[in-house]
């Protein structure tokens, strides 16, 4: 016996009350600075703007727009510090794979970029405890619950919002030069795509089944190349920028020299998958009818 397709309105708030209640399900690890809790918490926070906005083609509300104001400045500030700790990680890493055991390196290349982390942290949990921050966390509660739609097929409407997500993506990749800044808006428009594609599959597996998991999977692909391209161009900068300081300070520089170079490396392989990988976006996108 045919099931009952739920209502593209139903999928809708399903969609953003989910995406709602991890934001908050997360906040307090992040917080807390648990292990990865401001990682996961941020990723959340920009998982819920990603489909609020993707939505915003179906259903326009000023309450979607009011949230996602909202959102933008904590994710902003989310995102400071969980650069400074990705940046740490990844010199750490880089330090290990090369065999370098230099305590000026350490110090310049993750100590203090442990530090910045946790000074960034502190803002965070101040921030938390604003009247701003409050008022965020009253829309995050009350997001979806008033978006409207008409009667149009579940199926029919995030097909075709996939399609348009997607075709976002193609056109990014047309205009992109290679610049980091052309590149980022290959990864946004990525990472939208991904979010969008794994919440419909999330709200309903039998919707649209395989196809949106392929475009979410392709998207992904996608998204996770350009973040790892361009996570490995800033610790090849910032690896330059410190060797300058370290031979002013008279200590060695070759450790800086070593991790610049396997960051780009690095970089360059990721950004060589990127066009087979953007073929796949299309290809998944195609199925989608």
Same mark, same amino acid.
């Given at each position: 016996?045919?099931?009952?397709?739920?209502?593209?309105?139903?999928?809708?708030?399903?969609?953003?009350? =989910?995406?709602?209640?991890?934001?908050?399900?997360?906040? #307090?690890?992040?917080?807390?600075?648990?292990?990865?809790?401001?990682?996961? $918490?941020?990723?959340?926070?920009?998982?819920?703007?990603?489909?609020? =906005?993707?939505? @915003?083609?179906?259903?326009?509300?000023?309450?979607?727009?009011?949230?996602?104001? *909202?959102?933008?400045?904590?994710?902003?500030?989310?995102?400071?510090?969980?650069?400074?700790?990705? @940046?740490?990680?990844?010199?750490?890493?880089?330090?290990?794979?090369?065999?370098?055991?230099?305590?000026?390196?350490? @110090?310049?290349?993750?100590?203090?970029?442990?530090?910045?982390?946790?000074?960034?942290?502190?803002?965070?949990? *101040?921030? $938390?405890?604003?009247?701003?921050?409050?008022?965020? =966390?009253?829309?995050?509660?009350?997001?979806?619950?008033?978006?409207?739609? /008409?009667?149009?097929?579940?199926?029919?409407?995030?097909? &075709?919002?996939?399609?348009?997500?997607?075709?976002?993506?193609?056109?990014?990749?047309?205009?992109?030069?290679?610049?980091?800044?052309?590149?980022?808006?290959? @990864?946004?428009?990525?990472?939208?795509?991904?979010?969008?594609?794994?919440?419909?599959?999330? *709200? /309903?597996?039998?919707?649209?089944?395989?196809?949106?998991?392929?475009?979410?999977?392709? *998207?992904?692909?996608?998204?996770?190349?350009?973040?790892? $391209?361009?996570?490995?161009?800033?610790?090849?900068?910032?690896?330059?920028?410190?060797? &300058?300081?370290?031979? =002013?300070?008279?200590?060695?520089?070759?450790?800086?020299?070593?991790?610049?170079?396997?960051?780009?490396?690095?970089?360059?392989? $990721?950004?060589?998958?990127?066009?087979? #990988?953007?073929?796949?976006?299309?290809?998944?996108?195609?199925?989608?009818?």
């Amino acid at each position: 016996m045919p099931r009952d397709i739920p209502s593209a309105q139903t999928i809708a708030r399903r969609i953003v009350q =989910t995406a709602s209640a991890d934001v908050e399900s997360t906040e #307090a690890a992040a917080l807390a600075d648990a292990p990865d809790g401001l990682h996961e $918490h941020r990723t959340v926070v920009r998982r819920l703007r990603s489909v609020t =906005t993707a939505l @915003r083609r179906i259903s326009p509300t000023a309450q979607t727009r009011e949230l996602n104001a *909202a959102l933008k400045s904590w994710g902003q500030l989310l995102g400071e510090a969980r650069d400074a700790e990705v @940046r740490a990680q990844r010199a750490e890493d880089a330090l290990s794979e090369r065999g370098i055991d230099d305590a000026d390196a350490r @110090r310049r290349l993750v100590g203090d970029e442990r530090a910045a982390y946790r000074h960034v942290h502190d803002r965070v949990v *101040a921030a $938390h405890a604003t009247e701003e921050s409050r008022a965020r =966390t009253q829309l995050v509660r009350e997001a979806g619950l008033r978006l409207e739609l /008409d009667d149009a097929k579940a199926k029919k409407v995030f097909r &075709r919002l996939l399609r348009k997500e997607a075709d976002r993506v193609s056109r990014a990749a047309r205009r992109s030069d290679g610049s980091m800044e052309r590149l980022h808006d290959v @990864r946004k428009a990525a990472r939208r795509l991904r979010y969008l594609a794994e919440a419909v599959d999330r *709200a /309903d597996p039998e919707l649209l089944g395989g196809d949106a998991r392929r475009v979410g999977r392709s *998207a992904k692909r996608v998204h996770k190349l350009l973040g790892d $391209h361009r996570d490995d161009i800033l610790l090849a900068e910032r690896a330059t920028a410190l060797h &300058r300081r370290a031979f =002013t300070a008279q200590e060695d520089t070759r450790p800086y020299d070593a991790v610049a170079a396997l960051a780009a490396e690095r970089a360059e392989a $990721h950004l060589r998958d990127v066009p087979k #990988a953007l073929k796949k976006v299309k290809k998944a996108a195609k199925r989608l009818g």
